[in-house]
């Protein structure tokens, strides 16, 4: 479908990235489940839980511009996942494991704190003002997320070293 204006271009966004949260949480579940180190178990079931409110979330911005959700294949997302999973099956030790999960996951989260920016300022233009409070929320969890797994990375990297 072409996009011709600021808000078809915002909910094919936003449908990305509604996409986007659905793959990372089935992914979040599985490198759970690959997951050895008790800290990074934590933090990726914290942030699951997360997921679930931010893809709430998005479905209320779908409502504020009149739109029903609908996802569309993000391949940014899909191209992610597909690495991380590659390198999780060949690590070695699940402590190289916990060191690739971590670090997947952060990449993930930069990704996506990314595409909310951009969602935001799309927001701001159309200004839909719960949209931009509902984005920026949701770009702050994956800010902090991404903070609390880079200070965890060294140990782990140490661990798998
Ligand atoms: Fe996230």
Do not use: W
Not at 101 to 121: N, P
Request: negative net charge; contains cysteine; proline residues 2%.
């Amino acid at each position: 479908m072409p996009i011709t204006n600021s808000k078809e271009k915002f909910v094919h966004e936003l449908a990305d990235m509604y996409d986007a949260e659905h793959q990372f949480l089935q992914a979040m579940g599985k490198m759970r489940d690959m997951a050895s180190d008790q800290k990074l178990q934590t933090m990726l079931d914290e942030h699951m839980q997360q997921t679930e409110e931010q893809i709430s979330k998005l479905e209320e911005v779908f409502a504020e511009v009149g739109e029903e959700p609908k996802r569309q294949q993000c391949m940014g997302a899909k191209g992610l996942i597909e690495e991380a999973t590659s390198m999780m099956q060949e690590a070695g030790s699940p402590e190289i494991r916990d060191a690739v999960i971590a670090g997947a996951a952060t990449k993930a989260e930069h990704y996506e704190m990314v595409g909310y920016a951009d969602l935001i300022d799309g927001a701001e233009m159309l200004k839909k003002r719960k949209s931009v409070r509902l984005l920026t929320e949701n770009r702050e969890q994956e800010s902090s997320t991404a903070r609390r797994l880079e200070r965890l990375a060294p140990r782990l990297g140490k661990a798998a070293a």
